[in-house]
């Protein structure tokens, strides 16, 4: 009988987490496909940038060169190889198009998504354990948190959703922190400890393979703040085999690095270690600068709506009492952890030169650990409906809390703030003369009016569960606004801008790769628009002032014909006769003619 009943009940253990396993990883997937890959390929190429990497690597995909990257005719030393190569193999599979530009980027975002849920389940199963407790709903609900929050959030929706390297140096960059704690918190008998190290250091040279040295600078500079704050720097060394762990790094980093110095020599050197790496850190690069609070601001508008709660999170780890930290068993020291990795990226690049609001996505899975550790301590188990008894970490949150209330407040007023703003929007944005009908095309679909409703109403249901003190449904609230907004308003938004912005040129451009004569050029004045070349799928001669323009058709351009993308404006002003050049297609800010080049 005994035996019988023991069995049954290993059965439905067995079952149960099964199915706790599947509903994980249908929720990261859920959270991830909201966040990332809603619509990812369904809207056009977004310039400057993005067409810059989009085009790097289908001239890799055509001409089989995997080795340096070009653009236009010149080589392009801005970025490693690694996010090239993923756009061409997404090429390969997918063909050339939006969907394999940016799924790298989104494949990355998952990534970190997923690993992230892992870690906050792991930590908080170990929590548990250490007291003698059981809760499951507490882990469960405290990782799915942590991954909704790291997924749903400007800045990682942004980057996420665009064929740049930043997303994919993040994914590497934050997968390989995530694994060196897990490898840090498993205990020395652990056949999984090293497993855990040499991942770390394969993501560590992918991270150098995506943007060069900053992938093993900056976590290197958490982990060195984390380490020697506990006091046990040297010791972890030790652990990790650093030598060992330097030769796999080298391994996987340098042959590229080898390869294409072996190249192009110091042309390589100097633009990329130079120009893209010490200049960027030391000076300001391509104009990119701004006031040393700069981040602070990325970080509240980035990180929204949960921005606000990240000073409790960050006092709710008392991280002032240093003797406490150190007597702490690694597992739990997760949230210390993360406190350092938003500190160490925080003022990295605060201290650069150069300053672009990417520069800091590294740090925001951090920040999404830190409140979702900061809301485990509201979750109890119905099993255990008292707040007394929830377990206490090295600094329980308490209902109570003035701090909580604060933040609460400041979550009513900002995201008011964001609504209102919302019904106003289209008064806030300025002209802009690549789309000029964007103004007009967003107030008639009615968007901004959708949005603010759906920030005052959050305002409004916090606002309420505020006043009655129920903090736990706050972070709830803040989840299902985000991800309504993102659904019904931000991804609606992206076509209505795609359609007064970038179709029309990415419709001309295509128009004249269709009707381009065998030598036939094509020229864009006014505008350097990268994803000309890239629909076009040819050399781009871009000129930028309309007397430039002139001179190069009548002196310089060959004899025979020649394509010309500019605003309509402009073209009575390259001293063409109107019997010289034929009107073939006008698309809101854009027109493509046909000039007739005679004999010189």
Not at 145 to 164: D, F, K, Q, S, T
Not at 448 to 467: D, K, N, R, S, T
Request: hydrophobic content about 50%; aromatic content about 16%; overall charge positive.
């Amino acid at each position: 009988m005994i035996q019988s009943v023991s069995k049954h009940w290993w059965k439905n253990k067995s079952k149960r987490a099964v199915l706790a396993v599947v509903l994980s990883i249908l929720w990261v997937i859920l959270v991830s496909v909201i966040a990332f890959f809603w619509d990812l390929g369904n809207f056009s190429l977004i310039d400057e940038t993005e067409p810059l990497f989009a085009e790097a690597s289908r001239q890799m995909y055509i001409t089989g060169d995997w080795i340096t990257p070009y653009f236009n005719g010149e080589t392009r030393f801005d970025k490693p190889a690694l996010i090239y190569w993923c756009q061409a193999i997404a090429y390969t599979i997918f063909g050339v198009n939006e969907w394999a530009v940016r799924l790298p980027s989104a494949i990355a975002a998952l990534g970190v998504v997923g690993l992230a849920f892992y870690t906050l389940y792991w930590q908080q199963a170990k929590r548990d354990g250490l007291q003698g407790v059981d809760r499951p709903s507490r882990r469960w609900l405290t990782a799915g948190l942590g991954a909704a929050v790291i997924a749903l959030n400007p800045e990682m929706i942004a980057w996420g959703r665009v064929g740049v390297s930043d997303m994919l140096l993040t994914g590497c960059m934050c997968s390989a922190l995530l694994c060196f704690f897990q490898g840090y918190s498993q205990p020395a008998e652990s056949n999984f400890k090293a497993r855990w190290y040499f991942a770390f250091y394969v993501l560590i040279g992918l991270a150098i393979l995506t943007k060069g040295p900053v992938g093993i600078v900056l976590p290197g500079f958490i982990i060195f703040l984390f380490l020697i704050y506990l006091g046990n720097f040297w010791q972890v060394v030790k652990e990790i085999h650093l030598i060992r762990g330097l030769f796999v790094i080298a391994a996987v980093s340098v042959p590229w690095y080898a390869l294409v110095t072996w190249q192009n020599g110091w042309d390589f050197i100097d633009s990329f270690f130079g120009l893209h790496n010490v200049e960027r850190f030391t000076d300001v690069v391509n104009g990119h600068s701004a006031p040393w609070y700069f981040y602070f601001i990325v970080v509240a508008v980035g990180f929204a709506p949960y921005a606000v709660y990240l000073p409790a999170a960050m006092i709710r780890l008392k991280f002032w009492q240093r003797k406490a930290w150190i007597s702490t068993e690694r597992s739990q020291q997760l949230g210390l952890f993360a406190f350092w990795w938003f500190i160490g990226v925080f003022s990295f690049f605060t201290i650069a030169v150069t300053k672009l609001p990417s520069y800091v996505l590294p740090l925001m899975p951090a920040a999404g650990i830190l409140i979702a550790l900061l809301w485990s301590d509201l979750i109890v188990d119905k099993s255990t409906d008292n707040i007394r008894k929830i377990s206490q970490s090295v600094s329980p949150v308490f209902l109570s809390s003035p701090l909580m209330q604060a933040s609460g407040c400041f979550n009513v007023i900002f995201i008011s703030a964001v609504g209102f703003a919302f019904f106003e929007v289209t008064k806030l944005i300025g002209p802009d003369p690549a789309a000029p009908n964007f103004q007009q095309m967003l107030q008639r679909s009615n968007l901004p009016v959708l949005g603010g409703i759906i920030w005052v109403a959050a305002a409004v249901i916090i606002a309420i569960f505020l006043i009655r003190r129920r903090y736990l449904h706050l972070i709830g609230i803040n989840l299902l606004a985000f991800s309504a907004f993102t659904i019904l308003v931000l991804t609606p938004a992206l076509f209505v801008s795609d359609a007064s912005r970038q179709l029309p040129l990415k419709q001309l451009s295509q128009l004249a790769a269709q009707i381009q004569e065998p030598g036939e050029e094509i020229v864009m004045v006014g505008f350097k628009k990268p994803s000309v070349a890239f629909y076009a799928e040819s050399k781009i001669n871009y000129i930028k002032t309309n007397q430039k323009a002139a001179d190069y058709i009548n002196n310089q351009a060959k004899s025979g014909s020649i394509l010309v993308l500019a605003e309509p404006k402009r073209f009575p002003k390259l001293g063409l006769e109107s019997t010289e050049y034929e009107k073939l297609a006008e698309k809101q800010a854009y027109g493509l003619i046909r000039a007739t080049i005679s004999e010189q």
